[in-house]
């Protein structure tokens, strides 16, 4: 089976550092993506890792260990319109789909 | 080039009607795949389908929900005799296949589902 594990909730202040983690249970791994979605709005593509590492695009990082089954986004310099939740998804082998965790829900503070 | 097209964006059905939901990838895209959302939930699989073809229909209610994704036009999600319990957002995305290890999704905008 599949199991994927995320704070429910968290809050930040502007300008300030967020980390998000994700823990994952996935029989097959074929990568792991973070989304962001804004209430109302579809999910959009933020990052991808299948390999152990860091990945940094702009003010967002992912952060992948796939021994430790864990992975993080990091969110810099936060703004109010980073307020949204984010979505941790792990693809598995064969089907390729993806199985999504229940979301963070982030909220940036003035 | 469009993104992932679905509509309509809203759909409201009384109890007992059908629903049916569109869906049009992304150019180039073969590979379509369903999403439900319930209010403050994540998102949970439904289907994935290729043309003409349905790969993995392992999240679908055995019953009164099918899903095609013919040759020509559009991936239908079909959903009838609607409950209640079947308003929810559902979310298309479509990829470009798992040929390549980081084909992402891209996802439409939703279709929102009320059924009173």
């Known amino acids: 089976g599949q199991n994927i594990d995320q704070p429910t909730e968290m809050t930040a202040t502007e300008g300030a550092i967020v980390q998000i983690n994700c823990t994952y249970q996935t029989s097959g791994f074929n990568g792991l993506f973070w989304y962001q979605q804004h209430a109302g709005e579809a999910p959009t593509f933020l990052s991808y890792n299948v390999l152990d590492g860091l990945e940094e695009k702009g003010r967002f990082s992912s952060f992948l260990s796939r021994s430790k089954g864990y992975s993080y986004l990091l969110l810099k310099e936060l703004q109010m319109k980073d307020s949204a939740s984010y979505l941790c998804a792990v693809r598995n082998t064969g089907f390729q789909k993806l199985v999504f965790g229940t979301g963070t829900r982030l909220l940036v503070s003035p | 080039n469009a993104g992932v097209m679905q509509n309509p964006r809203h759909l409201v059905r009384r109890r007992g009607q059908e629903a049916r939901l569109r869906c049009s990838p992304m150019k180039g895209h073969s590979h379509v795949y369903w999403y439900r959302q319930l209010p403050e939930e994540g998102l949970k699989f439904m289907v994935y389908l290729q043309k003409e073809n349905i790969i993995d229909e392992s999240g679908m209610p055995k019953e009164r929900f099918s899903a095609e994704f013919p040759k020509e036009g559009p991936s239908i999600l079909r959903i009838q005799q609607v409950v209640r319990g079947d308003s929810a957002a559902y979310f298309c995305?479509?990829?470009?296949?798992?040929?390549?290890?980081?084909?992402?999704?891209?996802f439409g905008q939703g279709t929102r589902l009320t059924v009173v």
């Open positions: 995305a479509s990829s470009s296949g798992p040929d390549r290890a980081n084909t992402e999704a891209f």
